[in-house]
């Protein structure tokens, strides 16, 4: 290797090297890959830059030799942050911060837990919560709690609001006309049922139908932090507004918190319209079924 003239700090091949393994550590389903930051990318480049040898495009460090004639620039920063993630490249909201909400960036409190580890922490928690009467009126009208269900190793939780009647009398999550909608939505992503993570909101059913009440999504609020820490899934699929509002700390409205990323921890998580809401207002599914596309894009579920 004495004689090897080849510079590995070349910024190309780096830029190349760094996102053959970013697509490999997607394809593997590393939970988690930090977003590309335009700025820290130009600066860590700046640093290694080697010195420009006098290419005809001008490109810093890009040397002729590597440079086959006639071909396009380099990719820019922010051009490679999206090329990364999967390829068709296609327009995603992930390098346009504004608003975007990052609610808390700090890494999940603890350590990522093997699988078996996670089930057995969840069961756990799921006895804690079937006990649980901190919201008096809900658990008095509950025929019994809903903790939640799904694959403990998964790469994507899907947030609702609360158990419906349906979800009441069986203790599972979304089993109802609601539920079934999100049974397609979920196959049109090329996922089962038993490849994510469903959880709600609240934990046991408002009577009604209502809404949760401020108290109550405050009562509850530890379970599903504890179910998502536990879980620690890539993506967050919040489903409808409570949901949103609630993980979020925001008012804004679906319309404009949908189609971008936001972030919960490790987590990036995505706003998308309710399946109820759905049912009731069959237009919005156009928008839905765009929210899930950029999804799996990002996920790498689709080329
Ligand atoms: N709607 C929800 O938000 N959650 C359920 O579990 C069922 C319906
Ligand atoms: Fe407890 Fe949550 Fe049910 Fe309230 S909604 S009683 S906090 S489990």
Redesign the pocket.
């Known amino acids: 290797m004495s004689n090897d003239t080849h510079n590995p700090l070349d910024p190309a091949e780096t830029r190349e090297a760094a996102e053959e393994l970013l697509a490999h550590l997607h394809r593997v389903g590393v939970p988690f890959i930090p977003l590309p930051n335009a700025e820290r990318v130009a600066e860590w480049e700046s640093r290694f830059a080697v010195s420009p040898p006098a290419s005809p495009s001008g490109e810093a460090g890009v040397s002729a030799a590597s440079t086959p004639p006639a071909t396009k620039p380099a990719p820019t920063a922010a051009e490679i942050g999206d090329e990364v993630k999967t390829p068709p490249r296609a327009p995603t909201s992930r390098l346009q911060p504004v608003e975007s909400f990052s609610v808390n960036d700090d890494p999940y409190p603890g350590v990522s837990l093997p699988i078996a580890d996670r089930q057995q922490q969840l069961e756990q928690l799921a006895t804690t919560v079937s006990g649980c009467t901190k919201c008096s009126q809900l658990a008095k009208c509950r025929t019994q709690t ?1 903790f939640g269900e799904g694959n403990p190793g998964t790469r994507f939780a899907f947030f ?5 009647a349906d ?1 009441d009398r069986t203790g599972r ?2 089993v ?1 006309r ?2 079934q909608l999100l049974d397609k939505m979920i196959q049109a992503c090329k996922l089962q049922r038993e490849d994510i993570y ?1 959880l ?1 909101t609240v934990k046991c059913r408002p009577p009604g139908n209502r809404n949760p009440e401020p108290n109550e999504l405050s009562n509850c609020r530890e379970y599903w932090e504890q179910q998502l820490q536990i879980l620690r899934p890539e993506y967050i699929v919040c ?2 507004a409570v949901s949103a509002h609630t993980l979020l700390n925001s008012k804004l409205s679906i319309g404009r918190l949908r189609q971008r990323f936001h972030q919960y921890h490790e987590s990036k998580v995505l706003v998308i319209y ?1 399946p ?1 809401y759905l049912l009731r207002n069959p237009d919005a599914k156009k928008a839905a079924w765009a929210d899930l596309q950029m999804l799996m894009r990002d996920a790498g579920l689709v080329t």
């Open positions: 809903v609702g609001e609360g158990p419906g979800e999550p979304f109802g609601a539920g469903l709600n489903l409808g309710h109820a």
